[in-house]
């Protein structure tokens, strides 16, 4: 009695179907090719935020007022215990008990190997 409504019913339960797929597919697509260039982004902050020795230098030379902190670790400090004139030596674990030791009204280098 019910057989013409019944396949229609599959019938559009297997379009929904398809349809979810292709609908599931473009947004996983879509959400990797977001997270793609999310993290080429990130990449490309962390390129600029970096600064060379010679650009350092440079900055010195030219009078800004530059503060560097040392974030060797211990052993590292240790091995080579030389360190830029100024700079303010403490470990990455002391650097949230001491981040007020860090003026911030200037640029500050991070420097650590």
């Given at each position: 009695?019910?057989?013409?409504?019944?396949?229609?019913?599959?019938q559009?339960?297997?379009?929904?179907?398809?349809?979810?797929?292709?609908?599931?597919?473009?947004?996983?697509?879509?959400?990797?090719?977001?997270?793609?260039?999310?993290?080429?982004?990130?990449?490309?902050?962390?390129?600029?935020a970096?600064?060379?020795?010679?650009?350092?230098?440079?900055?010195?030379?030219?009078?800004?007022?530059?503060?560097?902190?040392?974030?060797?670790?211990?052993?590292?400090?240790?091995?080579?215990?030389a360190?830029?004139?100024?700079?303010?030596?403490?470990?990455?674990?002391?650097?949230?008990?001491?981040?007020?030791?860090?003026?911030?009204?200037?640029?500050?280098?991070?420097?650590?190997?």
């Amino acid at each position: 009695m019910f057989s013409n409504q019944l396949e229609r019913v599959a019938q559009r339960a297997l379009q929904l179907g398809e349809g979810l797929v292709y609908l599931l597919a473009v947004a996983l697509a879509g959400y990797i090719a977001y997270k793609y260039i999310q993290r080429q982004r990130f990449l490309r902050e962390l390129r600029i935020a970096r600064i060379t020795p010679l650009e350092f230098q440079h900055k010195l030379e030219a009078g800004e007022n530059v503060l560097v902190v040392d974030l060797r670790s211990s052993t590292a400090f240790e091995a080579e215990p030389a360190k830029l004139p100024g700079a303010l030596h403490m470990s990455p674990e002391e650097l949230e008990q001491r981040h007020q030791e860090i003026p911030r009204d200037r640029d500050i280098v991070l420097y650590c190997t």
